[in-house]
């Protein structure tokens, strides 16, 4: 399989070149790196068609098959890791390391749904009933992933969607389309035909889905602004909804931390991925006994991280992935500039191709400051002077977003007591953006509907079903 070529669409077993296409770029170089096929309406219909055509047979296979097809699937990603994380990091940016992450997490995740089972829950099992509640597919999920991590990200839909006895059409982001056509290469083989299929295209194809008669549920992945359309577009034919949107999580550096241990893995929380991480720090909170060191410390750290082209040797942070986002990064930075906010390190453009926005950290902006308030998905921190906990908590959950947080001390039973007070879906003590693909994640709030991973999330892709047997000891009708 040639990773660097012929990429095409995925409908009902067979690869398809779609009758238009469109340009993928290197966000280090904004070069062409290739072209996708530009889904039509007719190609959507064609993929709905094949998915609801295989969905009787898939939902009756036995669930050990399913597994066996996940796992399977799980096993060809890491067989070819290495051609998928070059792949990776010419489409997103990443660096090959954290494409390789990427990829073997993408594997992983498919093989952890497969470790998971349907429950069945005996409601009453007496002389004049036995009355049970098992789990049944829903249908068709139609499966939509953003541009940070496409592949993974991708993983988290298509393993328990697959596992419950659903088909699914997948769409990736339009410009991260790439991996995640050559994964349905890979695994075409490996399911029978129509179970999974994968469409790729422009701004209109997305609400095609979801808005298409043919679906029984969208799984969505992307920001809240999209997550907010992509509901009122699924409710006139009642379709079920996960919406896995924004966040803007708040870190609480409380006072007894060794601060130089512990400069270096905050960075990272902030600024893995360039920030573009659903659940990065976007906001952190430093008790001011330690203000001046963490910062000087961060600040430290920051001027020997290495941005680049991910696929260069030594390169820590590449580019932003797209030009909107990178335009918008650095309107959040020219706001900040223009109100008069201190920058610690960064906060000039690169003059050079390639979306590159230098580590950028800020010195106690207000709170009502755009960086603070909004979602920045890049690499601009803001770090913020806190002295009261109720305070900070306060601050903290003033938001509409409740994805993600963390609180980082010492003393971890305090720690773990003010982590229960911040309204998100996960809270981490002393680490961050730690995810398992069973253990429920999921946002509060604005963050999102419903949970992905773990049995909670397993369920999302069934209908609860009551079936209530009378027994023969009963009155005979
Ligand atoms: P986005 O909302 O722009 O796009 C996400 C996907 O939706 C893409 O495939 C896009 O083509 C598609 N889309 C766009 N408009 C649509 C519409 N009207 N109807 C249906 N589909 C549509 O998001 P993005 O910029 O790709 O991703 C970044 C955002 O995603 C950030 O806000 C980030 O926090 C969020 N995110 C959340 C999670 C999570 O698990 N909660 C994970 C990663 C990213």
Redesign the pocket.
Same mark, same amino acid.
């Given at each position: 399989m040639d990773f660097a070529r012929d990429y095409k669409m995925l409908i009902g077993g067979a690869l398809d070149g779609g009758s238009a296409r469109f340009d993928v770029l290197n966000p280090a170089t904004e070069q062409v790196i290739g072209t996708a096929p530009d889904a039509s309406r007719d190609d959507l219909d064609r993929a709905v068609a094949a998915a609801r055509a295989a969905f009787p047979g898939w939902a009756a296979t036995p669930i050990e098959e399913r597994k066996a097809a996940l796992n399977a699937m799980g096993q060809a990603i890491f067989a070819n890791a290495d051609a998928f994380k070059r792949l990776l990091t010419a489409e997103q940016g990443k660096p090959h390391a954290e494409a390789e992450g990427e990829i073997m997490g993408a594997g992983y995740w498919l093989m952890g749904a497969a470790s998971l089972d349907l429950p069945v829950t005996v409601n009453e099992d007496s002389d004049e009933r036995y009355s049970e509640t098992r789990h049944v597919p829903l249908g068709v999920v139609g499966a939509?992933?953003?541009?940070?991590?496409p592949m993974v990200?991708a993983m988290?839909k298509v393993g328990p969607a697959l596992l419950a006895g659903n088909t699914m059409v997948l769409?990736?982001?339009?410009?991260t389309p790439l991996a995640t056509l050559k994964f349905g290469e890979l695994v075409k083989d490996m399911l029978p035909p129509g179970v999974l299929n994968i469409v790729t !295209?422009?701004?209109a194809? =997305?609400?095609w889905?979801?808005s298409h008669k043919g679906f029984d549920k969208?799984s969505?992945? !992307?920001?809240?602004?999209? =997550?907010r359309?992509?509901m009122e577009?699924a409710a006139p034919t009642l379709k079920r909804v996960t919406?896995?949107?924004?966040?803007n999580d708040a870190a609480i550096v409380m006072p007894d931390v060794d601060v130089e241990r512990i400069a270096e893995e905050l960075f990272w929380a902030a600024f893995r991925n360039n920030g573009?991480?659903?659940?990065a720090t976007k906001r952190m909170y430093v008790h001011e006994d330690i203000y001046e060191p963490l910062k000087d410390a961060l600040v430290a750290y920051a001027k020997t991280v290495k941005v680049g082209d991910g696929s260069e040797q030594g390169t820590q942070i590449g580019p932003i992935?797209?030009e909107?986002?990178y335009r918008r990064v650095l309107e959040l930075i020219e706001d900040a500039k223009a109100q008069g906010y201190k920058f610690l390190i960064g906060g000039e453009a690169t003059d050079v191709p390639g979306y590159f926005i230098p580590v950028t950290i800020l010195d106690n902006p207000p709170e009502d400051s755009r960086i603070v308030q909004e979602?920045q998905?890049g690499p601009v921190l803001p770090l913020i002077r806190f002295d009261d906990v109720d305070d900070v908590v306060a601050r903290a959950n003033a938001t509409d977003y409740g994805?993600g947080g963390s609180v980082w001390g010492r003393d971890e039973d305090k720690a773990f007591e003010i982590a229960q007070r911040i309204a998100s879906g996960t809270v981490w003590v002393n680490e961050t953006q730690h995810l398992s693909p069973t253990a429920a994640?999921?946002?509060m709030k604005q963050?999102?509907v419903g949970v992905?991973g773990g049995l909670e999330g397993l369920l999302e892709y069934t209908s609860a079903q009551t079936i209530v047997r009378r027994r023969p000891a009963g009155p005979t009708l």
């Open positions: 939509i992933a953003p541009w940070n991590f990200l988290f769409k990736p982001s339009p410009f !295209g422009g701004d194809l =997305g609400p889905m979801t969208i969505f992945t !992307g920001s809240t602004a999209t =997550g359309r992509v577009s919406l896995e949107l924004g966040g573009q991480i659903c659940i992935n797209n909107a986002q979602e998905f994805l994640f999921g946002g963050s999102g992905e």
